[in-house]
């Protein structure tokens, strides 16, 4: 069943604390991408990957990490320097990076801190 | 960079109206502009999308028109139905250029179709 699969979908974290989001995705698409959704605001880009190896910063980039070691995986680190880190975060992946095709979106994991 | 406006950002029509939503993008270069419909707690979906090349798609209930001069696109529901209430996304992308492929989404819609 191919698709794009985020882990976990809720996740709750102490102030201070480092979490990772995981992506993975099984549709071999070359392009990866982070966006941070807040009610009102759409959905802004944290980081994406055109290949693996590299990654560039968003919009949104400030208190958040990235790696992309493997095609298939594309993991967000959210740092204790986010200032807001509460929000709804979601994967995308397209098939082809620099051409314009449809972004496959994962079913996302809201993070809470406490 | 590129910046788009989305309107309005709630939409009530009753149901078998027409529904209208409306984006503005601001960088010429741009030259893919899909729209997304994300149901409650489900994850965004592609619905239609438009090309610069194109005026104007079709796919059953659901159109979209785009004006490159005024740099606007529109996402037109006929005969909406209960289960197209959702929240809509537009967006605006740069296919092709260094900086890669990226996606500027509006600040969505959020369309409920009364029975």
């Known amino acids: 069943d191919g698709g794009i699969t985020q882990s976990p979908k809720y996740l709750f974290r102490k102030e201070g604390q480092n979490v990772t989001l995981s992506c993975e995705q099984n549709l071999n698409h070359d392009a990866m991408y982070w966006y941070r959704q807040d009610p009102g605001q759409g959905l802004r880009l944290i980081y994406y990957?055109?290949?693996?190896?590299?990654?560039q910063k968003g919009d949104i980039a400030e208190g958040y990490s990235v790696s992309r070691e493997k095609k298939e995986s594309f993991p967000l680190t959210v740092t204790s320097a986010q200032k807001n880190p509460t929000a709804f975060y979601l994967c995308?992946?397209?098939?082809?990076?620099?051409?314009?095709?449809?972004?496959?979106f994962g079913e996302g994991s809201r993070l809470t801190v406490l | 960079g590129e910046n788009v406006e989305q309107h309005p950002s709630t939409l009530s029509v009753q149901e078998g109206d027409s529904a209208v939503i409306k984006c503005t993008y601001s960088?010429?270069?741009?030259?893919?502009f899909p729209w997304y419909k994300q149901e409650l707690g489900k994850r965004p979906q592609l619905i239609i999308d438009?090309?610069?090349?194109?005026g104007e798609k079709k796919d059953q209930r659901i159109a979209v028109t785009l004006n490159k001069t005024a740099k606007h696109f529109s996402l037109h529901i006929t005969e909406t139905q209960p289960e197209d209430s959702a929240v809509y996304f537009c967006a605006a992308s740069i296919a092709g250029s260094n900086t890669g492929n990226q996606f500027y989404f509006g600040t969505g819609t959020s369309l409920t179709v009364i029975p």
């Open positions: 995308a992946s397209s098939i082809i990076a620099g051409v314009a095709g449809e972004l496959f």
């Open positions: 990957s055109q290949i693996v190896n590299d990654f």
């Open positions: 438009i090309r610069s090349n194109v």
């Open positions: 960088d010429s270069a741009s030259n893919y």
